[in-house]
Every structure is written in C-alpha cells, then in structure tokens.
C-alpha cells in the first residue's frame, strides 16, 4: 500500500509540474500575441483551403480571404481598392486575418495610386500590400419591368457590371445603355425591334451571365394577361386605360380598397382579389427541383396619389391558407416607407416564400408539397389588410401573372 501511495505521490507531482509548465508557456505566448510594430503582409490565401496551396494570385469582390503576415493584431480598417472591408479583430492572430472583401467596388472611379491595394491599418501602424482585386463574372439579379414597352426605359440589376463587353435583350443586341458607377444596374431602352420573348445576357471582361427568363414573354408559365390567356379570372375588375396606368401592355386587373378596416381577410368584398383557375405552376418533370428554383412573377403599377402605407397581397394556392407567400414592400427592416412605383415594375416571389400563419411561419418543405405531385393547381392573388391600421385607399393595377424558372 505504501508503495502504491509512493507511485500516487509521484504521479501527481509529475502532472502538477506538467501543467506548471503549460501554464508557463501559454503566460509566454499570451505575452508575446499582442503586436508591436507597423503591420506586414507576405501572402494572401483562401478562406476555405482548396487541395493544394491555398495561395491567391488575386481575388474578386465579395470574397472571404486570409491575410497572412506579422503585427496583425489591433486592426482598425482593411481597405480594398480604397474601399472598407468587413472583418472581426477577435478572430485575428498576430500572423493571420480573416477579412471580406466588400461586394460593391465601384472600379472605374477607384484613384489608380489604390487600385490593386490592400490597406491594413492597425493601432500600431500601417501597410499597403500590392495585390489584385479583380471584378468577378457579372451576375443578373432581375429587370425591371420584364414586359415593358419596345422605347420604354428599364434596368438590369445585379452586380459586377464593370468592363462590359455586349447586353443582348430578348434576343437583340443592345447597342445604347449605361451602367452605374457602382455595377449594380445597367439602364437601357428596349429594343424597337423586340418581337418575341428571349432572355437577357450580360458579358463583360471577367464573365458573362443569363437569365433563367425571358423577358418580353406573354406565353411561357402564364396564368392570366387578360389579352389571351385566362382573361376572366373572377375577382376585380378589369381595364386598359392607358390613361390611369401609362405603360401598360393591353389590358390589366385593378385591385382597390378604400377605408378598409384593420385585420379584414374578406378579400371577396370590394374587388380585391384576382381568382384563377388551375394551371400548370411547375412542369411535372420538375416537382422535385428546388424551391428557389421557380417564382410567381407579375406587374405591378401604384400610382403616387395612392401610396401603399397598409396591408399586404397574400399569394394563395387553391384559395388555402395553407401557405401563403407575402408581399408588402412598404414594410422595412427600419420601420415603413409609402410605397409607389414610376410606371410597372416586375414583382418575383420565390416559391421559398411560401409560409405557413399567414405567410410568417414556416416554410413550405418542397414544390410537391405546395402543390401536389402533378405542380398543378389554381393561384389566388387578394389584398388582405393583415394590419390594426385601416386601409384609407389603395389602389394597384396588375398584369401577366406567371410561375417561371429563374435559377
């Protein structure tokens, strides 16, 4: 017993000095982590090691990346291209940094002494590393208004449109435009001699992109245009003053509502809802794809003398309430803002939109699930004031509802 109680005793103070020891390096290095001196960069790697070496010759805008060097600690801004980068100084250390490069660089007003540089500014001094920020493949967010009028104007948004190099529009080479400082958009006229549908395709030095879409296309996916197909869905009332709605392309529905109480769901008094029948929302083939995949898509037009302030358009699969997909872009993450538009404009609803409680809850699983293993059903599109302040007035034209691909 005394022995093993020796073998005890000597186990212990071998660990004790054991973790002596580790306490004493790790004091040494905590001492030794915090930087001194001007910030250097020696490489740039990847955020996510790719087989092989890691290492960046250049790297595109929105992209994580690993600053490697010394005196890294302390970073108070890392600039690209002249341009702040998002990054967390807790997760550097005193040889690595973990930054992004932000997604909007607007290239062509970037002075030339910063195009290409990495600014590492620190507590304790500075850098600027020569390296190359490149504009990535451009990618197409949406148009505008996807129907519009051959002469009316419209805007392509997306990102990265710097450099570029060719815009075909439904098919048609764009010869006149203009793209914005930032990349974000490039604005246009449509084209005279668009005759058919076809989508949009931007190229520039570093890529190109096309859309999933067509635009100027009153056939594929179409539920109802009310020119010639599925003109009376029973619900509003429908027009074609060119008057009261400029731009529109034939005729349209109108839904109104005029000192509509707070949280009234009768969507069937007073013209406030457009009801269609079934129709084929996702080809059969397709019922497994994603949910992000396909959109509801329409026009809208909101005159400014009848700013939208209150209620929602509920989005509806066989009149259920089921799952329903919201839209109210009056609503903000800061709070509210009257919402109108200049003439129509697209609207896109992703199927991943569709939620359980009233658009707010959870998220419809699959397409087979919103709507049957055929991806046939009806669609019902009604303004539901969903809010305890009354509606005093609304008022809103809608045109060529449809279900497309877009991804």
């Excluded at 005793?9 to 982590?33: E, H």
């Excluded at 490489?43 to 070496?53: E, K, V």
């Excluded at 914005?180 to 549908?197: E, F, H, Q, R, W």
Aim: include cysteine; hydrophobic fraction near 40%; charge should be positive.
């Amino acid at each position: 017993m005394k022995k093993l109680n020796h073998h005890i005793k000597s186990y212990l103070l071998l660990a004790l000095l054991a973790t002596s020891a580790f306490i004493q390096s790790g004091c040494k290095k905590d001492s030794s982590s915090s930087s001194k001196g001007n910030p250097v960069i020696t490489a740039i790697r990847n955020y996510i090691a790719h087989p092989g070496d890691s290492l960046l010759s250049s790297a595109g805008t929105g992209q994580w990346i690993v600053i490697s060097g010394k005196n890294l600690k302390g970073a108070l801004a890392i600039n690209f291209d002249g341009v702040k980068g998002s990054f967390n100084d807790a997760w550097f250390s005193d040889t690595s940094a973990i930054a992004l490069i932000p997604a909007i660089i607007a290239f062509p007003s970037v002075p030339s002494d910063k195009l290409n540089t990495i600014q590492y500014i620190t507590n304790h001094g500075q850098t600027t590393f020569s390296f190359p920020i490149v504009a990535p493949a451009p990618t197409i967010s949406g148009i505008s208004n996807e129907d519009a009028n051959p002469g009316d104007s419209v805007k392509i948004n997306g990102l990265s449109f710097f450099f570029i190099k060719s815009v075909v529009y439904g098919g048609v080479d764009i010869t006149s435009y203009k793209a914005s400082n930032d990349g974000t958009s490039i604005s246009m006229a449509v084209p005279a001699g668009l005759t058919k549908g076809g989508p949009v395709m931007v190229t520039t030095k570093s890529g190109a992109d096309t859309t999933a879409f067509n635009v100027h296309d009153f056939v594929t996916g179409v539920f109802c245009n009310w020119d010639n197909i599925n003109t009376y869905p029973w619900g509003s009332d429908t027009h074609s003053s060119s008057a009261d709605f400029p731009g529109n392309n034939g005729s349209y529905n109108v839904l109104m509502a005029t000192n509509l109480a707070g949280n009234d769901f009768a969507w069937y008094n007073g013209g406030r809802g457009v009801n269609m029948g079934a129709g084929q929302w996702v080809p059969t083939a397709n019922v497994g794809a994603s949910l992000d995949s396909y959109a509801v898509k329409f026009e809208i037009s909101i005159p400014k003398t009848t700013p939208w302030v209150n209620g929602s358009i509920y989005v509806s699969v066989n009149a259920s309430f089921n799952y329903i997909a919201l839209y109210a872009p009056w609503k903000s993450a800061g709070g509210t803002t009257p919402f109108t538009t200049t003439g129509w404009q697209t609207v896109t609803i992703p199927l991943s939109s569709f939620r359980t409680n009233n658009g707010t809850g959870t998220q419809v699983a699959s397409i087979k699930d919103l709507l049957g293993a055929s991806g046939k059903a009806g669609m019902n599109i009604w303004f539901i004031n969903d809010g305890s302040t009354p509606v005093t007035a609304f008022k809103m034209a809608i045109d060529n509802i449809r279900v497309v691909k877009i991804k």
